[in-house]
C-alpha cells in the first residue's frame, strides 16, 4: 500500500510536460514540490503574524498566500509553469516580503526572513538559465541592502520589544531548520529521480534512434545526427557511381519455396551484400523486393575515380561471397540457389530530399540512374556490367573486356558496355602522370598494333627532346 502511495507521488512529482526541454522539466519537476512548501509557509506566516496581532503583516501574507495558491494551482493541477506568475513570485514577492519584514519590524527580526527567502530562491536558481540566475540575484541583493540601509538610517515602522525579537529568533530558527531539512531532502530526491528520467529518457532516444538508423543509410544517419543534412525538400547535382543488383530468377525460386524459407533465404542473401556494401562505404538507396541500388559519391566522396573503383571492388566482393553462398544453400538441398547480376554507372545524378514536407525520401534520380537499372537487367547472372564512363575510370586497376554496344529503352544513344573479369587484375595497367611540365594518360590495353607503334614512336621522340634541354 505504502509502496503504490509511494510511487504515485513519484510519479505526479516527476510528470514531465510536452514540448519542453531538459532544463525547464527540471524546474517543473522542482516547481510542483517548492510552490506547495513556498504556499505552506506563508499560510504559517499568516496564522503567525494574527496570533502576534500585527495586521499589516498579515495581510501582506495573505496576498503572498494568493500568489502562490495561483502558481501552485497550475503547477500542480495543469503540470504548466505558469510563466507570469513564476516571475512575480520569484522577482517581486520573495524579495519584497524580505524588504516588507525589514523596514516593518526592525533590522533584526526582518533579517531572520531572509534564510528563508533565500533557500527558496537558491533552489529555483539551480536549474533556472544564467541570465535569469544573474538578474534574480541582483534584485535580491539590491532589495536587501535597501532596505537594511534604510532601517539603519530611518529606523524600522513598528519597531518591536527585545522579547518579541527573541520569539520571533526561537521560531524562525526551528522553522528554518525544519524548512531546511525537508528542502535538501526533497530536492536532492528530486535531483536524483530527475536525472534517473533523464537517462531513462536518453536510452530511449538513444534505442529509437539506433532502430531508425536500419532504415537509412549510415553516411545519411551521421549527416542528419551532425546537422549537415536538413528535413526539408531539397535536391543538388552530384556526379555518383550508381550500384544495381538484382536475384536471376527470383520469381521462379520463390514459387518452388514455402514463404517462411524464402524469407529467411532472401533475408540472408541481403544481410550478406549488406555487410559488403557498409565495409566499402556504400550509400543504401532503397531495397526493391531482391533488388538493392547503391551508390558512391554523396555525401562523402573520394573523387569519381576512388568512387568508381570502391564500387566495383564492392561488386566484385560481392560475386566472391555469391558462390560462397550458392555452395552453402546447395548442401541445405537448394536446387536452384540464388544468382546475382550486377550493373554499374558513373555520371551526374540528382540526389536529396524527395516529396512533401510531411513525408520524404532521401533518394537519387535520373537517366544515370536508369541506365545503371537498364545495365542490370542486360548483364548476366554472375555478370557485372559497366558502362563507358565507369570503365575509363578503373580500367587501370580492374580486368575488364569489352561487351556488346546495346541500344536500351529510354536511352537515345547505343551504351558501350564492359564484363569485369572478378579476381583477375588489369593486365595492361593504365599510366597516369600529371606533374608540372607533363601530363600524359597512356592505356595500352585500348590500343592495337599500329596505335602502340606510333605511341612509342612518339615517346622516343618526347625523350630525345628533353634529353637535349
Not at 540472408?268 to 543504401?284: D, P, R, V, W
Not at 587501370?396 to 541500344?407: C, I, Q, S
Not at 536511352?411 to 601530363?439: E, F, L, M
Amino acid at each position: 500500500m505504502l509502496a503504490d502511495v509511494w510511487l504515485a507521488i513519484r510519479n505526479w512529482a516527476t510528470e514531465r510536460p510536452e514540448g519542453v526541454d531538459d532544463r525547464l522539466a527540471r524546474i517543473n519537476v522542482l516547481a510542483r514540490v517548492g510552490f506547495p512548501n513556498a504556499l505552506m509557509v506563508h499560510a504559517a506566516f499568516v496564522f503567525l503574524f494574527w496570533y502576534l496581532e500585527i495586521w499589516p503583516l498579515m495581510i501582506f501574507n495573505i496576498f503572498s498566500v494568493l500568489l502562490w495558491a495561483g502558481a501552485t494551482w497550475w503547477i500542480t493541477i495543469h503540470n504548466i509553469l505558469h510563466r507570469p506568475l513564476f516571475y512575480l513570485c520569484q522577482f517581486v514577492e520573495v524579495p519584497l516580503h524580505g524588504v516588507v519584514a525589514t523596514v516593518y519590524l526592525g533590522l533584526a527580526p526582518g533579517f531572520f526572513f531572509y534564510p528563508l527567502l533565500t533557500m527558496l530562491i537558491t533552489c529555483i536558481l539551480t536549474f533556472v538559465s544564467r541570465p535569469m540566475r544573474a538578474s534574480l540575484c541582483i534584485v535580491f541583493i539590491v532589495t536587501l541592502a535597501a532596505s537594511g540601509a534604510y532601517v539603519i538610517s530611518a529606523g524600522p515602522i513598528a519597531p518591536q520589544s527585545a522579547t518579541f525579537d527573541a520569539v520571533l529568533f526561537a521560531i524562525n530558527s526551528v522553522m528554518f531548520s525544519g524548512m531546511l531539512a525537508v528542502l535538501l531532502g526533497l530536492f536532492e530526491w528530486l535531483e536524483e529521480v530527475s536525472e534517473a528520467e533523464l537517462v531513462d529518457s536518453r536510452q530511449r532516444l538513444e534505442s529509437v534512434s539506433a532502430h531508425l538508423a536500419k532504415y537509412v543509410s549510415p553516411q545519411l544517419y551521421q549527416a542528419i545526427q551532425s546537422g549537415k543534412q536538413e528535413s526539408r525538400v531539397v535536391s543538388r547535382r552530384r556526379k555518383l557511381t550508381v550500384f544495381f543488383s538484382d536475384v536471376v530468377g527470383f520469381t521462379e525460386t520463390a514459387e518452388r519455396m514455402e514463404s517462411e524459407e524464402l524469407t529467411a533465404l532472401l533475408n540472408e542473401y541481403l544481410t550478406e551484400m549488406s555487410k559488403i556494401a557498409q565495409a566499402h562505404g556504400a550509400n543504401f538507396d532503397k531495397f526493391i523486393g531482391d533488388a538493392i541500388v547503391l551508390y558512391f559519391g554523396d555525401p562523402d566522396t573520394l573523387g569519381p575515380e576512388g568512387d568508381a573503383l570502391r564500387c566495383v571492388e564492392m561488386a566484385c566482393a560481392m560475386q566472391k561471397r555469391m558462390k560462397e553462398l550458392q555452395q552453402r544453400w546447395k548442401a541445405k538441398g537448394l536446387e536452384h540457389p540464388f544468382r546475382i547480376r550486377i550493373g554499374i554507372n558513373t555520371g551526374y545524378c540528382t540526389v536529396g530530399n524527395f516529396g512533401s514536407d510531411e513525408r520524404m525520401d532521401y533518394t537519387i534520380i535520373g537517366r544515370q540512374v536508369n541506365l545503371t537499372a537498364r545495365l542490370q537487367a542486360a548483364a548476366e547472372p554472375g555478370q557485372i556490367l559497366l558502362a563507358h564512363e565507369t570503365w575509363a575510370l578503373v580500367s587501370d586497376r580492374v580486368a575488364a573486356e569489352p561487351g556488346e554496344t546495346v541500344t536500351m529503352k529510354g536511352i537515345a544513344h547505343p551504351v558501350r558496355t564492359y564484363r569485369v573479369v572478378t579476381g583477375v587484375p588489369a593486365q595492361n595497367p593504365v599510366v597516369r602522370v600529371d606533374t608540372p611540365g607533363i601530363s600524359l594518360r597512356l592505356d595500352p590495353g585500348g590500343m592495337d598494333e599500329a596505335a602502340r607503334a606510333e605511341a612509342a614512336a612518339t615517346l622516343r621522340a618526347a625523350l630525345g627532346a628533353l634529353e637535349k634541354q
